[in-house]
């Protein structure tokens, strides 16, 4: 008995130096460093890799802010007993002492990040990631958060659990529509609710998952019913693992059923690579083809359809507008007709773009056909922005130049995206005053500015028209579309034909593009010549039921001023001043004229036929 209670004492000290002691919270408290404490942990698992990065687990660990600001080490996370290898049952018999081998799983993180840790170094992130708490009522301003009840257990959806460093990636996402915790897309409903289950396949990141990894399969039911918290886009709904540079998801192209889950009007959007995974999202839930098939008889007492928010694939893609103001064999010249001028073009640059239908080096961009694009040909040659589709290229990254900061996850088009890209096109701009050369510095100001008030300000004529002519509001919240004619009672808007004088489909139509292109801020630059078609056929419609190319009058009829009493509306006799190439702009003519009807880049003049 004397001798084992002598080798008993001592191995202990032996054994708890081996193997870190089993305590390193004690280690901390008499000064010793996580390294030291872990050494013994090294020392036997210091060859084993991550089954996920493929890099040891201990030089992620030693790279990691838990190593860095001695804040833990193995034994505060995998909780090894104080025996771990139990040595002695080498030789005397017995196992070892239980290790904790998914910390994550097993809800260790929250030990040292939890929503009401003392000191903790994230307490800073803290409302981010536990907006709600699973066990707590609701809060008074809903909230969605990193941590849902879905991700309690599954930290490593975001965070490698070795170097949990927060990374360049992670704080620009937190900047992001996609990282806001307060985002309307995240919080406007309970999006796991049965009631919902439609739309958690955008508007919550299990949703999203079970979306693109099933086929798109809509779900018909919710995932969750009694937890109240809400999910926003967790990093796992692109990346399968933590390993991030390499588990973006890989999806198929996508083809959008507009007219609901039972995929009667499909749509086919092309192989996009990466961008593959904006566009079930940024397709827009309904388009022209749900109007349509509306019998005409009921548009005297029928909701309006709605397009949803940020359709900007459906827009890029030309999916999603309502073009039936007149039959699609109407002549716009002698060489195309109405709908030719909706046809996309998608064919080689190198190939002559027949009468009419809509180029466009945006949406070429990410793609092969981007090569050898005449706006530079300098720019785009093989390995440069021709992979991944536009949506990364733009948002993100352009593929073959240098990486942005956080490799875009901020998603802003920002000084990094102007100078990777934008810059290399838009070179040089015309106002009133003087030709402006574009740089990453000014890009902003001088031409996305500019750009997106002319943009606005046609919309702004829909919006009078719709007032004037038939008495129809629009408010950003649902139904959007309020009938004047039973102010100051709120009422949306059921019957189209306004008691019988009105083509209904084509009001409602036009309506749609209103809501349709108001919901995406940015698609004078996603879908440049679509966009300004849907607004000239919409108010072409709007202003005397007819299209006959009266729109430039119509602008100049409606009075419309800015703040500073200026007219919104002026066309001097020509657009530019022009000796070739793009000069000043002429005279009195403003940027919404400019933007509003057709004009010559070598000329200056405007177009014979106004429509753009």
Excluded at 282 to 303: D, L
Excluded at 340 to 367: C, K, N
Aim: net charge neutral; hydrophobic share 30%; aromatic share 10%.
């Amino acid at each position: 008995m004397r001798l084992k209670s002598l080798l008993f004492l001592i191995l202990v000290p032996i054994l708890l130096t081996g193997c870190g002691g089993g305590d390193s919270e004690n280690s901390a408290a008499h000064g010793i460093s996580q390294l030291s404490a872990s050494q013994g942990c090294m020392n036997c698992h210091g060859s084993v890799e991550s089954g996920t990065t493929g890099v040891l687990i201990v030089e992620e660990w030693r790279a990691s802010a838990h190593n860095s600001s001695n804040a833990a080490g193995c034994a505060d996370c995998h909780e090894p007993g104080p025996w771990h290898p139990n040595q002695c049952g080498k030789c005397h018999g017995g196992g070892g002492f239980p290790v904790t081998r998914n910390p994550d799983q097993a809800g260790k993180c929250g030990k040292c990040h939890g929503p009401s840790i003392p000191g903790d170094v994230l307490m800073a992130l803290a409302p981010q990631h536990y907006g709600y708490s699973s066990a707590g009522a609701l809060p008074r301003t809903p909230r969605a958060s990193y941590l849902s009840a879905q991700y309690q257990g599954r930290c490593r959806a975001c965070h490698n659990p070795h170097d949990n460093t927060l990374t360049q990636q992670h704080r620009d996402y937190a900047k992001s529509l996609h990282g806001d915790p307060k985002g309307e897309a995240w919080t406007h409903y309970d999006f796991k609710q049965d009631n919902r289950a439609a739309c958690n396949r955008c508007h919550t990141s299990t949703g999203f998952i079970n979306f693109v990894t099933s086929g798109f399969t809509v779900a018909t039911k919710g995932f969750s019913t009694e937890d109240p918290s809400r999910e926003m886009l967790a990093c796992d709904a692109c990346h399968a693992s933590y390993d991030f540079k390499k588990s973006i998801r890989k999806i198929p192209a996508y083809t959008a059923g507009y007219k609901g889950s039972d995929g009667v009007s499909k749509a086919s959007f092309p192989d996009l690579e990466g961008s593959n995974l904006c566009i079930p999202c940024h397709s827009g839930r309904e388009s022209a083809q749900s109007i349509n098939a509306i019998p005409f008889a009921n548009f005297t007492g029928v909701n309006f359809v709605n397009s949803h928010y940020l359709a900007t694939a459906g827009l890029m893609y030309m999916q999603t507008g309502f073009t039936n103001f007149t039959s699609a064999g109407t002549p716009v010249t002698a060489t195309y007709s109405y709908g030719d001028s909706y046809t996309m073009f998608a064919g080689p640059v190198t190939a002559t773009t027949p009468p009419g239908q809509i180029a466009s080096a945006h949406r070429r961009l990410g793609t092969q056909l981007i090569t050898g694009d005449t706006h530079n040909t300098a720019f785009f040659v093989p390995g440069i922005a021709d992979k991944n589709g536009p949506c990364v290229t733009c948002h993100m990254n352009v593929s073959g130049v240098p990486v942005r900061s956080g490799s875009g996850h901020s998603l802003k088009i920002d000084a990094a995206a102007f100078r990777q890209l934008c810059v290399n096109c838009h070179d040089e701009e015309g106002t009133h005053e003087k030709v402006v050369p574009l740089t990453a510095e000014n890009f902003q100001s001088e031409f996305l500015k500019p750009q997106a008030e002319g943009f606005e300000d046609a919309l702004k004529l829909m919006q009078h028209l719709l007032l004037t002519k038939y008495r129809i509001s629009f408010n950003m919240t649902h139904p959007y579309f309020y009938d004047e004619n039973f102010a100051p009672a709120v009422k949306g808007v059921r019957d189209w034909t306004r008691g019988g004088t009105v083509n209904g489909r084509k009001l409602m139509g036009a309506c749609f593009n209103f809501n349709l292109l108001t919901r995406d801020p940015a698609a004078y630059a996603h879908a440049r010549t679509y966009s300004r078609r849907l607004i000239y056929d919409s108010i072409d419609f709007l202003d005397d039921g007819v299209l006959n190319l009266s729109v430039s009058r119509t602008a100049l009829d409606s009075g419309l001023k800015h703040a500073d009493g200026k007219p919104v509306f002026v066309r001097d006799t020509r657009a530019y001043n022009s000796n070739g190439s793009m000069t000043t702009i002429f005279g009195e003519t403003t940027d919404a004229m400019i933007y509003l009807v057709g004009w010559s880049r070598s000329t200056g003049n405007w177009n014979a036929i106004e429509r753009p």
